[in-house]
């Protein structure tokens, strides 16, 4: 039986050559490594800051990868030194560890095989916000070419995205927003409901801080009240022993 294999190309230039996906050509672990870069490049295209993308660090090739990596984007000034050297921090440690290939040793509750990838990764685009059907290979270049088209197809994931959401809710299941604005995505990808489904904050957060507010008030109030105790009390000891004898006590007309 014929089954596809990864075809991500490591930096020593071997091919992965794990088992592919069902209708991908990348392994799970490749394929959400390219999603990741994919999701990245969106966020620079919105205007964000320069973000340096370092291949996974999975092997001494992946290491020194990333170093060069590291070093042509500081001599370029393209990376803050500081994160620099926390990133340079990181990669020592990662090195490290491939210093001693005995102490990577199986697990004893495994066998050989390799993990159990799954039948199929239908939800992967909407998951990624990105456009169905994609070639992962070709995606730079198709967002620089059609950007507007790019966009309308990544809407259409997050619709369908959402419209699962919303159908679990009908069926009685728990379900919000964290905030990644997917609903009013996917209501501009054409899906009418979107927006029957809360948000996060005002969900459950909000609630809790309506009740911290009011434990708050209260606990303000009950300081108040001890403060104005002190203060009469404190007032009314210095009244009695004014009028008390020489000893600092009272008389017994004024006990």
Same mark, same amino acid.
């Given at each position: 039986?014929?089954?596809?294999?990864?075809?991500?190309? *490591?930096?020593?230039?071997? &091919?992965?050559?794990?088992?592919?996906?069902?209708?991908?050509?990348?392994? !799970?672990?490749?394929?959400?490594?390219?999603?990741?870069?994919?999701?990245?490049?969106?966020?620079?295209?919105?205007?964000? *800051?320069?973000?340096?993308?370092?291949?996974?660090?999975?092997?001494?090739?992946?290491?020194?990868?990333?170093?060069?990596?590291?070093?042509?984007?500081?001599?370029?000034?393209?990376?803050?030194?500081?994160?620099?050297?926390?990133? !340079?921090?990181?990669?020592?440690?990662?090195?490290?560890?491939?210093?001693?290939?005995?102490?990577?040793?199986?697990?004893?509750?495994?066998?050989?095989?390799?993990?159990?990838?799954?039948?199929?990764?239908?939800?992967?685009?909407?998951?990624?916000? !990105?456009?169905?059907?994609?070639?992962?290979?070709?995606w730079?270049?198709?967002?620089?070419? #059609?950007?507007?088209?790019?966009?309308?197809?990544?809407?259409?994931?997050?619709? #369908?995205?959402?419209?699962?959401?919303?159908?679990?809710?009908?069926?009685?299941?728990?379900?919000?927003?964290?905030?990644?604005?997917?609903?009013?995505?996917?209501?501009?990808?054409?899906?009418?409901?979107?927006?029957?489904?809360?948000?996060?904050?005002?969900?459950? &957060?909000?609630?809790?801080?309506?009740?911290?507010?009011?434990?708050?008030?209260?606990?303000?109030?009950?300081?108040e009240?001890?403060?104005? &105790?002190?203060r009469?009390?404190?007032?009314?000891?210095?009244?009695?022993?004014?009028?008390?004898?020489?000893?600092?006590?009272?008389?017994?007309?004024?006990?």
């Amino acid at each position: 039986m014929e089954y596809r294999t990864c075809t991500y190309i *490591h930096d020593d230039g071997g &091919i992965c050559n794990s088992a592919a996906v069902t209708d991908r050509n990348l392994c !799970l672990y490749h394929l959400r490594h390219r999603a990741r870069l994919m999701r990245m490049a969106q966020y620079r295209a919105r205007g964000e *800051h320069f973000d340096l993308i370092l291949p996974p660090l999975e092997s001494t090739f992946g290491v020194q990868s990333a170093l060069t990596q590291l070093s042509e984007a500081l001599a370029a000034d393209m990376i803050d030194p500081k994160r620099a050297h926390e990133l !340079l921090l990181a990669l020592r440690q990662a090195a490290t560890n491939f210093r001693h290939p005995d102490a990577w040793r199986a697990s004893e509750y495994r066998n050989d095989q390799s993990a159990a990838y799954p039948a199929s990764y239908e939800e992967f685009e909407a998951e990624y916000g !990105l456009p169905e059907g994609i070639d992962l290979a070709d995606w730079h270049d198709y967002a620089e070419r #059609k950007p507007e088209e790019f966009t309308d197809r990544a809407r259409a994931s997050m619709a #369908k995205h959402v419209q699962a959401m919303v159908e679990f809710q009908d069926g009685g299941a728990e379900v919000f927003d964290y905030g990644n604005s997917i609903r009013q995505e996917a209501r501009l990808g054409g899906y009418e409901r979107a927006f029957e489904f809360p948000g996060f904050v005002p969900a459950y &957060i909000r609630p809790l801080f309506c009740e911290g507010n009011w434990l708050g008030v209260l606990s303000s109030m009950k300081q108040e009240y001890h403060a104005r &105790i002190k203060r009469f009390t404190r007032g009314r000891n210095a009244r009695f022993t004014a009028r008390g004898d020489a000893t600092g006590y009272g008389s017994a007309e004024n006990g």
